[in-house]
């Protein structure tokens, strides 16, 4: 039993107070959660990425002569990255928030690129084909299965309806694009359903573990 | 917007019928401010332009509503309909006032471009205000155009018609004295084109040259058209421009007539001026008329008062009775009998009775050959009127000729008499007439008005004709010969029996017996001074004056009794709005206008009217209300929510029984050890983890693995049987691992993952510590380009990480294998990658995990730590069958109870 245990099942209990209202302990046992992970957050960043990536290049600028490939090629991701923060900074102030809007365009537009490239290659291309192939008795790999087969269908109906339902969400009740959009809204709301449940279950899964451990704590086995 | 009168449909502005129901629509339908005069769409209550107010409030300071309009169908009714309000002048325009000007720039302001074509014409109408009016002027209805008004009535500039002028002056003056006439400016002679063809005809030809020109400049052409010269046998020609009640007048040789005497209206005629005066109504006076008349000039109904009966008879044309005026037969003279083809009505009875009288020598008594009023006009002593046969109205204004006052007992009643006229007493030229009569019927114009201040702008022709004719001025023979009409040289002097008139003729000839209507019998048998007799109307009932109420008097309007002159003379009484000129506003300069400023006045005044036409019932329950209101019964109250005290204790028991239930089961098992008996862990399903098992296994010693740690710390429970299978099958194959993490607290749970195995194997696999990459998808290519691997195991408690890994690792054009150890509530969305083979196996939560365990070490659940597993599984298993129940069991509740309060 250390200290860890002790701080974790009080703020458990505080957590749990909240069954009755929101308290005090409650309140607190939020805070300081939002405030160790932000906290944490901040020191991981300085560790893993300033301090190795940026601090440790910098003082090889007074001796660029001397350096290495790698030690430059770290200096000069160190000095574009050091501008580029010193840029995103000043959109704090008016005067100088110009100068942050060439770091926002860099920071969005390589990220956009990153994501819909990966989105494009890793998804939408390899997805389309595996929903078609799974069709496709004949393909190898595909199951030959009837339930299978209808499976497959249902999921191919499913994701049509829903992409409907979110693009042509005005459309007539009564008409096709109307039914169709009905049909993805249920399967939706399925999905949805299904989700909440899995997070319900998962909590209730580590609510089982830890229990178990302060069971254990309180009621060794053996004595 | 254009909304259509006949549905109320908008239409776009300049549409010209309506899209809905073709009905033709206005100009435009809308609301002008009266501030700006911009045209607004009519449901505005401000305006688009100025923002001013465009509906009036109503009495209680909210906005009228419109007529018809109720306020449930406000909004989904159609488009209320406003009417068009009159454009104002703006309020801060300021009226165009110089000081230096005259008033005539201020009475005559520029026409704006928006007033209507007949203010404008009024406007240019209307007199200045420095200049006097005449003190005479016809009570007829003010023409809308100057240009409408004909010439001989316009005494404009003082001028008079010569015509007119020489009728006042006395039969022994002159005819030519052109100095004696007051304008030497010809009156405009009136439009030509509107008289008729054959009174163009009636052209009198120009006995001198100048004297004529002079004339007929200056006369109007009506008169002028009445030529002496007698018609030549062009009289076919002209009978077709004549209307047919003159064709049947019989031709007339061309014999000298006599002149007619002068009417009994016209003033005793004043010096004559021959040169203006028309050559016919001077031989009227003086001389017989001359035979001579230009062939073609004359009408045939003139020819037949001049020739002789022997050519009257085949060339006349009977004329329907209605046609031929009983004036004009009275005008024929005394030479020419009446045909005995003509039936009676068709010659004038004037006329007739001017054909017996041809003894009558015109040299010297002109005048008595001519009818009474023409006899009058002259001044010469004529018979004594036949006051039988005229009204006696006209009696009353114009007696003898010999100037002799009217009776009193001449007096016509005040009912008879019109207002007007009345008005228009006779002056009183003269001391020897001391009580001013109408002796003239010049003079009857003339009025007390000549007596008021007035009396210096009465023209000189007017005044002159007020001026009695003196009884013993004689006729003098003209110094020139004067061409007369022939109708009227027929006429001659009269007979000596027409002194004494029958008392059946009128001054226009024979009463029309066969004639009904054109004199009704109480007047033609009416004598002068005698009251009106009874007669008989259409229905046969015999009527007098006194007793029929509708010939009672007739009360004077106030209107009219303004206009009556004072009777103290000098004192100038002019109407209120004849005095009045407005000076601004769109009425600016003109004259007889009604006062606005007194109407405005009165209605700014005035307080406003509060009787609205409540219903009776909608008063008593406003009374109703009223009474409430003190009585405070409606003060208003603040309506709290109900509180139950146990309601909230409650919620609060149930919450807490709830939470204990869920601990309970998630306890219980863990507990008791009695789990074991329900579930048999060895019985998991292979499917779980065995695929990522077989990717772990082909691994060769020294390969490279990357393990991606990208979960939250409230799945670490869950995350951590799966973490510590996979690096145990890494330490059993020889393989390395390098942990990073996407997430700053991915690092601080690998490292809680690594203290719970053991230290060799955490230091055979982990090369080193894990590794922070910020940026998601930057950082997980970065991750992937700085550390190549064969192997990337992802440990994720979302499915957008795995997909996240998935789509960098074909984006960055790698061809690793992926296994993924994803929880339990992510399975169902990674599911498609694994099957679609993007990744290789997958782990699935804490079951999965422990299952992976047992497949690596069969004899991992023996002894404590072995017991501990399986009862912290089953304890999982039955934790989550538990809570699925109580929420499937709470959402019964709340479907239940919520459609009971539905109900």
């Known amino acids: ?223 | 917007m254009n909304y259509c009168p006949s549905c109320g449909t908008a239409n776009r502005d300049g549409s010209r019928f309506c899209n809905e129901c073709g009905h033709k629509l206005p100009s435009k339908t809308g609301i002008i401010c009266p501030m700006c005069s911009h045209m607004n769409p009519a449901d505005n209550m401000y305006c688009d332009n100025c923002k001013a107010r465009l509906v009036p409030l109503g009495p209680t300071g909210q906005p009228a509503a419109p007529a018809g309009a109720s306020p449930a169908t406000a909004s989904s009714a159609a488009p209320i309909k406003k009417p068009l309000s009159l454009p104002t002048k703006p309020a801060e325009e300021p009226a165009p006032e110089e000081p230096d000007t005259p008033p005539e720039s201020v009475a005559q302001p520029e026409p704006e471009a928006d007033e209507p074509n007949w203010l404008v014409r009024l406007r240019a109408a209307a007199p200045k205000p420095s200049e006097k009016r005449p003190t005479v002027e016809p009570p007829a209805p003010q023409p809308s155009s100057s240009q409408e008004i004909p010439d001989w009535m316009k005494p404009a500039e003082g001028e008079v018609p010569d015509w007119f002028q020489r009728l006042a002056e006395p039969a022994s003056a002159q005819p030519s004295e052109p100095e004696s006439v007051q304008p030497s400016e010809p009156e405009p002679q009136p439009e030509e084109e509107g008289l008729p063809d054959w009174m163009a005809q009636l052209r009198p030809a120009p006995a001198a040259p100048s004297a004529s020109q002079t004339e007929e400049e200056q006369a109007p052409d009506w008169l002028t058209t009445f030529d002496t010269t007698p018609p030549a046998s062009s009289g076919a020609a002209s009978e077709e421009e004549l209307p047919n009640w003159l064709k049947g007048m019989s031709a007339e040789p061309e014999a000298p007539a006599p002149a007619p005497p002068p009417p009994p209206s016209m003033p005793p005629p004043a010096a004559p001026v021959a040169e203006e005066e028309p050559d016919w109504l001077a031989n009227l006076r003086r001389e017989p008329l001359e035979t001579s008349e230009p062939a073609g000039e004359t009408p045939d109904w003139l020819m037949a008062v001049e020739e002789p009966p022997a050519a009257e008879a085949p060339a006349a044309q009977p004329a329907p009775a209605e046609e031929v005026p009983d004036w004009l037969m009275g005008l024929r003279g005394p030479s020419q009998p009446e045909p005995a083809a003509e039936p009676a009505e068709q010659v004038p009875d004037w006329l007739i009775g001017a054909r017996e009288q041809p003894e009558a020598p015109p040299a010297e008594h002109p005048e008595a050959e001519a009818p009474d009023w023409l006899s009058r006009l002259s001044g010469a002593p004529e018979a004594p009127p036949e006051q039988a046969e005229a009204p006696e109205w006209l009696m009353g204004v114009a007696p003898a000729v010999g100037g002799e006052p009217p009776a009193p007992a001449t007096q016509t009643p005040a009912e008879e008499v019109p207002g007007w006229l009345r008005d228009f007493r006779i002056a009183e030229p003269t001391p020897e007439a001391p009580a001013p009569s109408p002796a003239t019927p010049v003079s009857a114009f003339v009025g007390e008005r000549a007596e008021t201040e007035e009396q210096a702008e009465v023209p000189d022709w007017l005044s002159e004709a007020a001026r009695p004719a003196p009884p013993a001025a004689a006729p003098e023979a003209p110094a020139e010969p004067v061409e007369v009409p022939a109708w009227l040289r027929d006429l001659g002097p009269l007979p000596a029996a027409a002194a004494a008139p029958h008392p059946e003729e009128t001054p226009f000839g024979e009463a029309p017996a066969a004639v009904p209507g054109e004199f009704p019998e109480w007047l033609r048998g009416q004598q002068p001074g005698q009251p009106t007799p009874a007669f008989a109307d259409e229905s046969g009932r015999t009527l007098t004056p006194e007793a029929t109420t509708g010939l009672e008097a007739a009360t004077i309007p106030s209107w009219l009794q303004a206009l009556k002159p004072p009777e103290v003379p000098g004192e100038a009484v002019a109407a209120p709005h004849e005095a009045f000129v407005e000076t601004e506003g769109i009425l600016a300069g003109l004259a007889s206008v009604l006062p606005a400023a007194e109407v405005m006045g009165r209605a700014q005044g005035a307080p406003a009217s509060r009787n609205v036409g409540i219903p009776a019932a909608d008063l008593a329950r406003a009374g109703v209300f009223g009474e409430l209101l003190a009585r405070g019964a409606l003060a208003p109250t603040v309506i709290k929510p109900r509180q139950v005290a146990g309601s909230r204790v409650g919620d609060v028991v149930v919450r807490v029984l709830i939470a204990l239930l869920l601990l309970v089961v998630a306890v219980l098992p863990n507990s008791l050890g009695f789990a074991s008996s329900f579930i048999q862990l060895g019985e998991v399903d292979a499917g779980l983890y065995k695929p990522a098992a077989d990717q772990v296994a082909a691994l060769s010693e020294g390969q490279h693995v990357l393990m991606v740690f990208d979960y939250d710390a409230f799945q670490a429970l869950e995350m951590r049987p799966i973490a510590e299978a996979f690096l145990s099958h890494l330490a059993q194959r020889g393989a390395r691992a390098t942990l990073v993490s996407l997430n700053p607290t991915g690092l601080a749970l690998a490292d809680t993952v690594l203290s719970r195995l053991p230290e060799e194997v955490a230091l055979d696999v982990v090369l080193a510590a894990p590794i922070y990459y910020p940026g998601q998808a930057i950082g997980a290519q970065r991750a992937l380009l700085d550390n190549p691997a064969d192997l990337l195991v992802v440990l994720s408690g979302s499915p957008d990480s795995v997909r996240l890994w998935i789509e960098q690792v074909s984006a960055a054009g790698l061809h690793t294998p992926i296994v993924a150890g994803i929880s339990a509530g992510a399975l169902p969305q990674a599911q498609p990658y694994v099957q679609s083979g993007q990744v290789r196996g997958a782990v699935a939560g804490m079951v999965g995990g422990l299952a992976y365990q047992r497949a690596l070490d069969p004899d991992l659940d023996a002894g404590d730590s072995g017991l501990d597993r399986v009862v912290r599984t089953e304890s999982v298993y039955v934790s989550q069958l538990a809570f699925a129940l109580i929420l499937i069991a709470g959402m019964i509740v709340s479907l239940i109870t919520g459609s009971r309060q539905a109900g």
């Not at chain 1, 002790?6 to 309140?27: E, H, K, M, P, Q």
């Not at chain 1, 399925?190 to 909440?196: D, E, H, L, V």
């Open chain 1, 1 to 223: 039993m250390d200290l860890g245990f002790w701080i974790g099942f009080g703020l458990t209990i505080a957590v749990l107070s909240y069954l009755i209202r929101d308290n005090f302990l409650y309140r607190l046992a939020m805070h300081i959660l939002i405030g160790v992970g932000a906290a944490y957050a901040v020191a991981v960043a300085l560790s893993q990425v300033i301090v190795p990536r940026v601090l440790t290049p910098l003082p090889n600028l007074l001796r660029l002569q001397s350096l290495t490939a790698q030690e430059l090629g770290q200096l000069v991701f160190a000095v574009f990255g050091v501008l580029g923060s010193v840029f995103l900074l000043a959109k704090l102030f008016r005067r100088v928030a110009w100068l942050g809007n060439a770091a926002v365009g860099y920071l969005l537009g390589v990220g956009a690129g990153v994501a819909i490239g990966g989105a494009l290659l890793g998804t939408l291309l390899p997805q389309s084909a595996s929903a078609t192939a799974s069709l496709n008795s004949a393909v190898p790999g595909s199951s030959n299965s009837v339930i299978n087969l209808l499976v497959n269908l249902l999921a191919l109906a499913a994701t049509v309806t829903a992409l409907i339902a979110f693009a042509y969400s005005r459309a007539a009740r009564r008409s096709f694009l109307g039914l169709a959009g009905g049909a993805g809204r249920t399967f939706l709301y399925i999905a949805f359903g299904a989700t909440f449940a899995l997070v319900f279950v998962a909590g209730a899964s580590v609510l089982s573990g830890w229990l178990r451990d302060v069971f254990l704590v309180f009621f060794p086995p053996g004595g």
